[in-house]
Nanobody
Framework: QVQLVESGGGLVQAGGSLRLSCAAS????????MSWCRQAPGKEREFVAC????????YYTDSVKGRFSISRDNSKNMVYLEMNSLQPEDTAVYYC???????????????WGQGTQVTVSS
């Protein structure tokens, strides 16, 4: 089981940037696909981005392509989400999770953590 702790959220104006971090515990971190998902008020949790175990491949939901970038540092058990050109519709609680495949990482195999709040003002 991999334990996850998200951080880096905050309040930012539209057009601004934030970098989210996810610290993962567990010796098997580097074998998992890692993902970021978000949940806006009154909406279901949705997939945002994921990155394969070696970092060779990344995938994004259409609404964030070209604005967000996911990366990982397996030596530090860390996953990052660089968010640029933020818009009010990006306001949500952001969570990281993992999976053995891209498909399972998109929905998250692990327990959901506390997440980190991102609020974008117009």
């Amino acid at each position: 089981q991999v334990q996850l702790v998200e951080s880096g959220g905050g309040l930012v104006q539209a057009g601004g940037s934030l970098r989210l971090s996810c610290a993962a515990s567990g010796r098997t971190f580097s074998s998992y696909v890692m993902s970021w998902c978000r949940q806006a008020p009154g909406k279901e949790r949705e997939f945002v981005a994921c990155i394969t175990a070696t970092g060779a491949n990344t995938y994004y939901t259409d609404s964030v392509k070209g604005r967000f970038s996911i990366s990982r540092d397996n030596s530090k058990n860390m996953v990052y989400l660089e968010m640029n050109s933020l818009q009010p519709e990006d306001t949500a609680v952001y969570y990281c999770n993992y999976g053995r495949t891209v498909i399972s990482a998109r929905r998250g195999e692990g327990s959901w953590g506390q997440g980190t709040q991102v609020t974008v003002s117009s």
